[in-house]
T-cell receptor, first 113, second 115 residues
Framework: GQQVMQIPQYQHVQEGEDFTTYCNSS?????IQWYKQRPGGHPVFLIQ?????EVKKQKRLTFQFGEAKKNSSLHITATQTTDVGTYFC?????????????FGSGTQLTVLP | DTEVTQTPKHLVMGMTNKKSLKCEQH?????MYWYKQKAKKPPELMFV???????INESVPSRFSPECPNSSLLNLHLHALQPEDSALYLC??????????????FGPGTRLTVL
């Protein structure tokens, strides 16, 4: 079936280092959302990207949506221990007349102090 | 109030039990969702309710039975579950009934263990 792939699965960084997670789809996405889930917590919405080539920033976080609307990335500059968690992309995929939000496999980020 | 609440937080049940999970939101959202999440995996969509009507059922076994009594409440009735059904069950809501153009607000989840 249609899938949204995300890499890497795990990432360990030293505090202050940068971090990037990538999201890829085999089909064109209507939009893409990013969520963060802290250990033991629930997913929390970060941002939504809709337009081809769109770039949005939230403080140290930069989100990009590819020109073909098939890929996206989340980049964190100068990670902090508060960035620990699993980051999920969620792509909206058209299936016939319906559209389905499909979560990527997630990237679990560990930040070492 | 921008919160989705879920009860109970934890539930342990036997394979012959009948139990229910409850979810509530007072944000006026017209779409509500049930997800199942296994450890270290992404949330898997189970059901979508749009304007209190079931709009998506992702081929979920009949031992899971959703119910939407009104626009603020969502239940998930459980019966004759299997140990492999043990997981975190997340409820979510969104303003847009198609769930497309708006963020989904997730509840804290119910951690279910089936013995």
């Amino acid at each position: 079936g249609q899938q949204v792939m995300q890499i890497p699965q795990y990432q360990h960084v030293q505090e202050g280092e940068d971090f990037t997670t990538y999201c890829n789809s085999s089909t064109t996405l209507s939009n893409i959302q990013w969520y963060k889930q802290r250990p033991g917590g629930h997913p929390v919405f970060l941002i939504q990207l809709v337009k081809s080539g769109e770039v949005k920033k939230q403080k140290r976080l930069t989100f990009q949506f590819g020109e073909a609307k098939k890929n996206s990335s989340l980049h964190i500059t100068a990670t902090q221990t508060t960035d620990v968690g699993t980051y999920f992309c969620a792509g909206l995929i058209r299936s016939g007349s319906a559209r389905q939000l499909t979560f990527g496999s997630g990237t679990q980020l560990t930040v070492l102090p | 109030d921008t919160e989705v609440t879920q009860t109970p937080k934890h539930l342990v049940m036997g394979m012959t039990n009948k139990k229910s999970l409850k979810c509530e939101q007072h944000m006026g959202h017209r779409a509500m969702y049930w997800y199942k999440q296994k450890a270290k995996k992404p949330p898997e969509l189970m059901f979508v309710y749009s304007y209190e009507k079931l709009s998506i059922n992702e081929s979920v076994p009949s031992r899971f039975s959703p119910e939407c009594p009104n626009s603020s409440l969502l239940n998930l009735h459980l019966h004759a579950l299997q140990p492999e059904d043990s997981a975190l069950y997340l409820c979510a809501s969104s303003q847009d009934p198609s769930g497309i153009w708006n963020e989904q607000f997730f509840g804290p989840g119910t951690r279910l263990t089936v013995l």
